[in-house]
């Protein structure tokens, strides 16, 4: 009898080691989900929030790996309910009119902020004072806005044309002819990568532009362009570009049958394969710079932590993404086919961001 009792006791004692193991092991996981919750600076403020893409123009690579981007980070954070809605929409003409009467729609359809990559710097300025003013966040990125409501995410585009002249100079000491291809008129881009080129002729005067053409950042659009300034265009040493037109121009360069110049590119994959080729082949030496596709990502973010009631600084910089001799195969590895070489931006990734700037 006492065996039996002692026995029943050692099961009872067991089972209570047994619930209280379970017990504790639960209590660790649900703090650890508390932790892993608590170091998410998201309030439960944006849960209901929808937020809008305004893009102005998809017709080449990099805007379609900037919408891909957008729906690889939103679709999750839609899921998870930290937003409502993350929606993206495009106009069909690269028109501000068009997206200003876009910018008013989401206006009246009650959206809580409105992400825009802009047609124009301020041309859309209207309509983003008026978004303002009925209480809608406003981010502008890569084609950033100049109305002083909005906040604004961009790369030294200055910079970029201007470091490409610089990097021509390295390795190019004598200097020498280039041509410059833009990318799509009129837009803010365009102009200042173009002014950073400039920038870079005058501070490097051993080079000299002798034709520019617009290549709308398009390589089908670059390589017609190419083609049909070339037989102009006395030996050039170099081309200068925007992104999304070196591997057009090498091609109008090829059929032309003159020597190939060093061509900056800018990260497009069938870029950095045809560099990789070339490389192989005769040890072809250039770089490739562009900003990253995933920067509408970032912009996301912000506009989340914005209406979280984050403090954000209006203005925010982020580098622009190279690509060098030694990181070439790297980079193309990580590319997929018909894309381009991109960094995509988690909520911490922003926090850090904006932290860093104020």
Not at 26 to 54: E, N, Q, Y
Not at 62 to 79: K, N
Not at 98 to 124: F, H, K, R, T, W
Request: charge should be negative.
């Amino acid at each position: 009898m006492e065996a039996a009792t002692g026995g029943a006791h050692n099961i009872r004692a067991k089972a209570r080691t047994i619930r209280e193991r379970e017990m504790n092991a639960k209590t660790l996981m649900l703090t650890s989900v508390a932790l892993a919750f608590s170091a998410v600076p998201v309030l439960a403020d944006t849960s209901g929030a929808r937020i809008a893409l305004s893009n102005n123009y998809a017709g080449n690579s990099w805007r379609q790996a900037m919408l891909t981007s957008w729906e690889t980070i939103t679709g999750p954070a839609v899921a998870a309910g930290i937003v409502a809605e993350a929606s993206a929409f495009t106009t069909a003409e690269n028109q501000a009119t068009e997206q200003a009467a876009q910018i008013q729609n989401m206006i009246l359809e009650g959206y809580d902020a409105i992400v825009i990559n802009a047609a124009s710097p301020s041309a859309l300025n209207g309509a983003v004072k008026e978004a303002c003013d009925a209480g809608i966040v406003v981010v502008s990125f890569d084609g950033i806005v100049t109305e002083p409501c909005a906040w604004r995410i961009a790369v030294d585009f200055k910079e970029m044309g201007r470091g490409q002249v610089e990097y021509l100079a390295g390795v190019l000491p004598e200097g020498g002819n280039l041509l410059e291809i833009r990318g799509l008129a009129g837009v803010f881009v365009d102009d200042e990568i173009s002014a950073g080129i400039h920038e870079g002729v005058a501070q490097f005067p051993q080079f000299s532009i002798v034709g520019s053409v617009h290549g709308d950042w398009a390589q089908d659009v670059a390589q017609r362009a190419v083609a049909g300034i070339l037989p102009s265009l006395p030996e050039l040493v170099g081309v200068v570009t925007q992104g999304g037109d070196g591997y057009g121009a090498a091609q109008a360069i090829a059929a032309a049958g003159r020597d190939m110049p060093v061509i900056v590119m800018g990260n497009r994959q069938d870029e950095l394969l045809w560099w990789s080729e070339q490389k192989a082949a005769n040890g072809y030496e250039t770089m490739s710079v562009s900003i990253a596709p995933g920067v509408s990502t970032l912009a996301f973010w912000v506009a989340q932590q914005i209406l979280d009631g984050k403090e954000v600084p209006k203005d925010l910089v982020v580098p622009f993404l190279s690509i060098s001799q030694d990181t070439l195969d790297a980079s193309l590895a990580t590319t997929p086919e018909g894309g381009v070489a991109n960094v995509e931006y988690t909520l911490e990734d922003a926090v850090a961001v904006i932290d860093g700037a104020m």
